[in-house]
């Protein structure tokens, strides 16, 4: 895409976490179509998907000069991370997918928490945010301490997972649009 393109793409507010509750959906769907996909699969789709995201998260930071935030960025960068530890190490990732998805979304979570609280003074839906950054937290919780979890129940959970964060992302996102729809609240 080009600069332009990319500019336009994030220039109204809620933009990038419609995008990316869409891709958690998509992601989500993706698991619950192939149950029986190796472990090499998921861990390459977490891997593209966790990169996708992150990526948006920065992009998001540096387009939207407005609703700028260190946290977003953090946010991000986790996600970038991570699935690039799966993607180039998958035969590792695939031995340790649930410790690897746990810490990712625990970690997430509390940056989308913390997030969601510096904003509640200033945008109506922070619930939302703190909603998807809590559920994102518990994941991360439950996925790390049931490390006996069987690989398809991990596949079933971060489908579900994946789904709901999108559901609430793109809640978010609408909310986001319709506030910077609407008039200032300190207009004369």
Same mark, same amino acid.
């Given at each position: ?101 746990? &810490?990712?979304? !625990?970690? *997430?979570?509390? =940056?989308? #928490?913390? @997030?969601?609280?510096? $904003?509640? +003074? ?41 789904? &709901?964060?999108? !559901?609430? *992302?793109?809640? =978010?996102? #609408?909310? @986001?649009?319709?506030? $910077?729809? +609407? ?6």
């Amino acid at each position: 895409m080009s600069d332009v393109a990319d500019r336009k793409m994030f220039k109204n507010p809620g933009t990038a976490l419609l995008v990316r509750g869409v891709l958690a959906i998509v992601f989500g769907l993706l698991i619950l179509l192939l149950p029986s996909a190796t472990a090499l699969v998921v861990v390459v789709m977490f891997g593209i998907f966790a990169i996708i995201d992150g990526i948006t998260s920065v992009a998001h930071y540096f387009y939207d000069p407005a609703g700028r935030s260190r946290w977003t960025v953090v946010g991000g960068l986790i996600s970038i991370a991570a699935g690039i530890v799966a993607i180039a190490l998958p035969g590792i990732t695939a031995a340790a997918i649930g410790v690897l998805i746990g &810490l990712w979304a !625990l970690v *997430l979570g509390l =940056s989308q #928490i913390i @997030l969601a609280l510096a $904003a509640r +003074s200033f945008i109506r839906s922070w619930g939302l945010w703190f909603l998807t950054g809590l559920v994102t937290t518990v994941f991360g919780i439950v996925v790390l301490f049931n490390p006996g979890l069987g690989f398809l129940s991990l596949v079933w959970m971060l489908a579900g997972f994946a789904i &709901l964060t999108g !559901l609430l *992302l793109i809640a =978010s996102g #609408i909310g @986001l649009r319709k506030l $910077a729809s +609407s008039p200032p609240l300190f207009a004369r």
